[in-house]
């Protein structure tokens, strides 16, 4: 349940990721009547600014668009509850300055019990100082205490193991709420729903009718100046570790015997655990080139000159269980593609051949965004007065189908779980570790550490991906409905 009497310390308050993401999410929950009563939200960052400045920057990502009075007196309301305090990220008395105005805003509530939020909008470099310097100065004993935290975690097995055990230090993993942000998307939400909710589904759901798994995340645009961080991590770090692997382990777990999150992340845990580390004949690589009057990925000022870090990257994931065995997940994600889209794609195997042969092949398919959707691919009768199949689909497209429904953002799901104590979607210390087994070896030999660093192969910026792809896919038993 949501705690009255709540603080929401955004720390990094100045930056990208708290005007993009966080503080449009504080509000939306806010708008709809989703935080707690007498909420106060505080900002944290090295920049000084004064009350005007903060709000000015706070609210630059709320969107109203058509100047709706309505929203335009909630930006104002929500400008009341937020202040600011400005400070560094490593020194103690920074901190209990903090800590001073955090006690004030305090002691204005009718009871005594406290209850604080910190939200790590900041640069993995100082997490561990301020997970310190919270756990030190601003921690409360009268009521709850939560950190809210996002990747990256590490860049690797190691790294990651000495990030979370320096941040254990200070925080339990009860107190803990680990972002993965495709964890708060409806449609990743709903694969619970479709999967154990429907026996039809449910029924077909292993090696013995599924050909092949796609999870495919394409975006139409490329580093565009975000390139120094980029090029660090790439896109094994940015998106198939995390984002993409998330998704894959709520596709495979087996049923969790409850909602609760231990349940849930249980079952999870469990079937990563059942998937060896990534081998590079199981990989592709790639990076744009300029093309279509863009840019290419070297032509960005913000990365390095020569980098052959990649921005596209295909693998397979071979899950070693008796439902899974055999079956090729295939993680795909890329940056400067020909468009935005985030699937998941279930190729069934073929019917048995007999009365039909060489029809299309049945394929579910989930698409995350935009357009929110689950539809089948299947053959039905072709109308009319002779008996020939055709493929078509059976459509749930949320946008028609459910017309007044407002699909809620990742980030306003999150944090109202954050708010209300439930890790369901939220990531574990156990989940890191073994996402980072699967992906640590191959991210070495990306990274050089065994050798000569592997090449991308080059792909024009708008294009589908490499030319490579297509035979890729083929490789793991994909066919496309024309191929047959
Ligand atoms: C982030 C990555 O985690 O996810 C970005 O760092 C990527 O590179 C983003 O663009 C994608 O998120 P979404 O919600 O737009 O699919």
């Known amino acids: 349940a949501l705690k009255d009497n709540t603080i929401i310390v955004v720390l990094g308050a100045s930056g990208d990721l708290a005007k993009k993401k966080t503080f449009p999410a504080l509000f939306g929950l806010f708008r709809q009547g989703f935080l707690p009563r007498d909420v106060k939200i505080v900002g944290y960052a090295r920049t000084k600014m004064d009350k005007a400045e903060y709000h000015k920057r706070a609210t630059s990502y709320l969107k109203n668009p058509n100047d709706d009075p309505e929203i335009t007196q909630a930006i104002e309301q929500f400008k009341a509850l937020s202040t600011y305090v400005s400070g560094s990220y490593d020194e103690g008395e920074a901190f209990a300055a903090l800590n001073a105005h ?7 509530y009718a009871s005594k019990e406290a209850n604080r939020v910190f939200y790590f909008a900041l640069p993995p470099s100082v997490f561990v100082p301020v997970a310190k310097n919270l756990k030190e100065q601003c921690y409360v004993t009268t009521g709850i205490n939560r950190v809210i935290v996002e990747k990256p975690f590490g860049k690797d097995l190691d790294s990651a193991r000495e990030l ?3 941040l254990k230090q200070y925080w339990t993993e009860d107190e803990t709420f680990r972002i993965d942000h495709y964890l ?3 449609m990743v939400k709903n694969l619970l729903v479709l999967r154990f909710a429907n026996i039809a589904t449910g029924a077909a759901w292993d090696k013995n009718y599924i050909s092949n798994v796609q999870i495919t995340f394409k975006e139409p645009f490329g580093t565009e100046g975000r390139g120094g961080y980029f090029d660090e991590f790439g896109m094994i770090r940015d998106v198939l570790q995390n984002h993409l692997l998330q998704v894959l382990s709520i596709l495979t777990m087996e049923r969790p015997v409850s909602f609760s999150a231990e349940d849930i992340r249980d079952e999870k845990v469990k079937v990563l655990r ?6 590079k004949e199981d990989t592709l690589l790639g990076q744009y080139v300029a ?3 863009k840019p290419g990925y070297l032509d960005d000022d913000t990365v390095p000159p020569n980098s052959i870090c990649p921005t596209f990257a295909a693998t397979t994931l071979w899950i070693h269980n008796p439902r899974w065995e055999g079956v090729p997940f295939i993680l795909k994600a890329g940056k400067a593609l020909n468009e935005a889209k985030v699937e998941v794609r279930i190729q069934y195997k073929d019917v048995t051949q007999g009365i039909f042969k060489d029809i299309a092949r049945n394929e579910l398919v989930i698409r995350i965004q935009p357009s929110e ?5 299947m053959n039905a009768k072709t109308p009319g007065l002779y008996t020939r199949a055709m493929p078509t689909e059976m459509d749930l497209t949320y946008k028609r189908r459910f017309t007044e429904a407002k699909i809620p953002e990742a980030y306003e799901a999150l944090i109202l779980d954050a708010l209300k104590g439930d890790h369901s979607n939220f990531v574990r210390h156990d989940e890191l570790d073994v996402a980072w087994k699967i992906f640590t070896p191959i991210l070495h030999w990306i990274d050089g ?3 000569a660093r592997p090449r991308p192969v080059p792909y024009p910026y708008g294009s589908r ?6 035979g890729f896919i083929q490789k793991y038993g994909f066919k496309r409905a024309n191929d047959s």
């Open 465 to 470: 991906g490499p030319k490579e792809l297509d």
């Open 164 to 166: 979370l055990s320096s």
């Open 274 to 279: 059942s998937i060896p580390p990534i081998t």
């Open 373 to 377: 959707a689950v539809y089948l691919k």
């Open 102 to 108: 955090l006690e004030e805003i305090e002691s204005h």
């Open 449 to 451: 550490k065994n050798g």
């Open 184 to 186: 708060g998307k409806e």
């Open 291 to 293: 093309a279509n009057g």
